[in-house]
Every structure is written in structure tokens, then in C-alpha cells.
């Protein structure tokens, strides 16, 4: 939680939301809360908040940067405070790093469950893993292995090596 004026300055937050940024109390209060977003999520901000006089509300995805400079997806919620004269905004910031990643590993298992109908070819198929899953780690080295149990083999039907320059494999034994 944090309070702010209508100009963005910071004037109260709670302690996990400078845990959540990094900040003590006195530097998290010396900034207004622009700074704490990413640059490219400021139009968002601002067509979300210049609403707040018709709504008495508003909530919007953001990125915000910690004193660290890592940056982190937020559902930003704010509330219009009328305290006699004084307009102040309470907002409440809520990292939605886990959320975003549940959603991007959906849509990759989606797509990938797509490509088992729509694809002509195991290596096509194989091809559409790889990509899939280079959106949600590093598969600058993929391997897709099959195993034989009457020759106790391995087999590579798909593989990308940086370092190969042969990308075919021989069946072979694992080794311990």
C-alpha cells in the first residue's frame, strides 16, 4: 500500500511495499511514483490515472523497477481519498510475476498441444516444441531423446548444438 497526491508524490507506504522495491522508508518517499515505473508503461499509467475523477478508481498492468533495476510485472489498483479539501490517491501494488509466467507456460502447452494435430512431420512437430518452449527458457542446446527398450538405445530425432556442427546421431548407449 502507498498514498500519493494527485501529482504523484509518494507521502506514506507500508513496509512490504518497500520490501517489494528495495527502499527504505526515506528514499521511497522522496520519489514520485512515475520513478518507480518503466518507462514504457507510463502512458498506461496516465490514461488510468487522469480517469480517477470519474471512476474514484482505477487498476492497470505496469512494469515497476526496484532500486535494483529489475523490473517486474504489477496490477496497480487505486482509490480517490477525500479528506475534506485534500484529494489523495491510496493505490496498492501487487507483483504479478507468477501470474504472467502461469499464463505464458499456458499458452505455450496450448500451442504446443495445437501443433500435435497440425503439424505434417515429427521434425515439424519437434521444431514447434523447440520454439515454444525458447519463450519460456534458453534452448540454444535442445535435444529430444527416444528410448529403445529392446536395443536399449537412444535415438535423437531432433537436436541443435551451438558447438555441432553435425547435428545427426548415431543410436547409443546412456552412460553413467
Known sequence: LFVHDLDGNILEVNF???????FT???????????????SSLD???SAHQKISENDSYSCEVECVKKT??????????TLLK???????????KDITEEKLSERIQSVLFNIAEATSSSESLHELL????????????TTNFYVALFDKKTGLYSFPYC???KEEDETFTPQELKE
Open 16 to 22: 512490504k511495499t518497500l520490501d517489494l522495491f528495495g
Open 25 to 39: 522508508k526515506d528514499d521511497f518517499l522522496e520519489k514520485k511514483i512515475t520513478q518507480l515505473l518503466l518507462a
Open 69 to 78: 533495476g529489475e523490473v517486474f510485472p504489477a496490477q496497480l489498483s487505486s
Open 83 to 93: 479528506l475534506g479539501e485534500d484529494r489523495l490517491i491510496q493505490g496498492v501494488v
Open 44 to 46: 498506461k499509467f496516465w
Open 127 to 138: 521444431e514447434i516444441i523447440h520454439q515454444e518452449l525458447g519463450t519460456l527458457m534458453d
Open 160 to 162: 541443435v548444438d551451438e
